[in-house]
T-cell receptor
Framework: DSGVTQTPKHLITATGQRVTLRCSPR?????VYWYQQSLDQGLQFLIQ???????AKGNILERFSAQQFPDLHSELNLSSLELGDSALYFC??????????????FGPGTRLTVL | AQKVTQAQTEISVVEKEDVTLDCVYE???????LFWYKQPPSGELVFLIR??????QNEISGRYSWNFQKSTSSFNFTITASQVVDSAVYFC?????????????FGTGTRLTIIP
């Protein structure tokens, strides 16, 4: 158990709908990363937040948005869902390790199915 | 731009055989980190190892070993005396160092099946 929690574990919805995925980082971790694992794109970085501010952006669609709240939990909002958005969405939080590297700890993921 | 290539899409070996998973990376950074993750059928990502670009020493952890060669930009992973529990998808990944943005660039993964 990494200490990172993600809810819900599974989500089934229809095309055109909007969903919110939630991530609670490990206690004290300020940084949250979101990754998407799909059959088409593989595992790819979407976006990173650090202490409430957006720090880096990857291949995140305009239909997707994220935010990090004052209590450091993060939400990933996916709207106008398409079949191709079906994927496993991972959240990771990070802490600076002994050698100065920001070690990422992954949550169990949320499996999104768009029908 | 960073890139990680895992040319082996699927590998099947009989239990107790040794198996090597290949990983080739591209980066312009002089300081970077390389990783291996395991994804069992249950779906979670299990961290296996992190190496930085200045440490080319090979590492062994039980039945697992890693060979890092900067000259060929490779970071290969060997499982010795494979077991059925090793069946999973294995991902190699690359990250820049520092600045608080260590996003991971993953390869496409190698699905390893150990046949009893």
């Amino acid at each position: 158990d990494s200490g990172v929690t993600q809810t819900p574990k599974h989500l089934i919805t229809a095309t055109g709908q909007r969903v919110t995925l939630r991530c609670s980082p490990r206690s004290g971790d300020l940084s949250v990363y979101w990754y998407q694992q799909s059959l088409d794109q593989g595992l790819q970085f979407l976006i990173q937040y650090y202490n409430g501010e957006e720090r880096a952006k990857g291949n995140i669609l305009e239909r997707f948005s994220a935010q990090q709240f004052p209590d450091l939990h993060s939400e990933l909002n996916l709207s106008s869902l398409e079949l191709g958005d079906s994927a496993l969405y991972f959240c990771a939080s990070s802490v600076i390790s002994g050698d100065g590297y920001n070690e990422q700890f992954f949550g169990p993921g949320t499996r999104l199915t768009v029908l | 731009a960073q890139k990680v290539t895992q040319a082996q899409t699927e590998i099947s070996v009989v239990e107790k055989e040794d198996v090597t998973l290949d990983c080739v990376y591209e980066t312009r950074d002089t300081t970077y980190y390389l990783f291996w993750y395991k994804q069992p059928p249950s779906g979670e990502l299990v961290f296996l190892i992190r190496r930085n670009s200045f440490d080319e020493q090979n590492e062994i952890s039980g039945r697992y070993s890693w060979n890092f060669q900067k000259s060929t930009s490779s970071f290969n992973f060997t499982i010795t005396a494979s077991q059925v529990v090793d069946s999973a998808v294995y991902f190699c990944a690359l990250s820049e160092a520092g600045l608080g943005n260590e996003k991971l660039t993953f390869g496409t993964g190698t699905r390893l099946t150990i046949i009893p």
